[in-house]
């Protein structure tokens, strides 16, 4: 298991992922808001309007898109790739 982070409207959140695959996709979340707030590009963050990532205890945590957000967020220093992994279980 490994424990990572997913942001939220109220900052970073961590969430405990068991699958690999969900672990993949919110790597390649995380890729896409990375270059959004580099670039402005938000054609990647696109693909993931609507979509959720599933915790190990099988709860639902949307992807944020909103580009407001993610702007906020990103001024505020929130936003570092470097934080993605917080730890492994």
């Given at each position: 298991?490994?424990v990572?982070l997913?942001?939220?409207?109220?900052?970073?959140t961590?969430?405990?992922?068991?699958?690999?695959?969900?672990a993949?996709?919110?790597?390649?979340?995380?890729?896409?808001?990375?270059?959004y707030?580099?670039t402005?590009d938000?054609?990647?963050?696109?693909?993931?309007?609507?979509k959720?990532?599933?915790?190990?205890k099988?709860?639902?945590?949307?992807?944020?898109?909103?580009t407001?957000?993610?702007?906020?967020?990103?001024?505020?220093?929130?936003l570092?790739?470097?934080?993605?992994?917080?730890?492994v279980?």
């Amino acid at each position: 298991m490994s424990v990572l982070l997913i942001p939220t409207p109220t900052g970073l959140t961590e969430i405990t992922i068991r699958d690999s695959r969900q672990a993949t996709q919110l790597a390649e979340y995380w890729n896409a808001v990375q270059r959004y707030l580099q670039t402005g590009d938000e054609s990647e963050l696109r693909r993931f309007k609507g979509k959720h990532i599933k915790d190990a205890k099988g709860r639902s945590m949307p992807l944020l898109t909103d580009t407001q957000e993610l702007d906020r967020l990103g001024n505020a220093g929130v936003l570092s790739f470097e934080s993605l992994y917080v730890r492994v279980r």
